[in-house]
């Protein structure tokens, strides 16, 4: 399957690269072959990432990311991380008033936001610089509405997540293989 035919399967699903990426953004990173080898298998990945070329930081596709969990340093990683969760939703000010506080020395770390009026603070567990994936669980059960959810394609240490409902979670897995699963806690 061509990688054209692969980007319109997807489109019809809803996925679809943002306005300005190309063909050859995609091909830019990966020969044709790498995507056509194994349909859906690279381009699932390659969604949740930046185009690798100028102009820099843009995302393939918005509703997809590709989370890399070894990426805390610092206080306002995990305000990055919410509000990217939330792009990926489609629900970019879904959630208001988040702030964090990481201190990778003494091992203390919270996050706090407001959604659909409530106030929630969570203690974040410090790992060195790895996030805290029962946090973010917590966060992304906040966001899912709608019969929507979560779903991720494994990616070693990190994974590509989708925030779909379950016919388009369904009708993805069955063009690449079952490879998205429902993010569950812990």
Known sequence: MTLE?????LAACGIRLNDGVTVDDLLYSFQREAYEENPFDLVLFILGAEVEREPWGRPV????????AECIEETGDYVRIVKRL???????DLMTDVSDSVDLDTGEAWLKYTIDGRHRDWPVEVDNDWADMMTLSYVMDD?????????????????????????????INKLSNNSLKPVVAG
């Open 86 to 92: 939330c792009e990926v939703a489609g629900q970019p």
């Open 143 to 171: 966001i899912e509405r709608d019969g929507c959810r979560f779903y991720s394609k494994d990616n070693g240490q990190g994974m590509i997540l989708y925030y779909l409902d379950a016919a388009t979670a369904d009708e």
């Open 5 to 9: 035919e692969q980007l319109e399967k």
């Open 61 to 68: 596709c918005s509703r997809v990311w590709a989370f890399d």
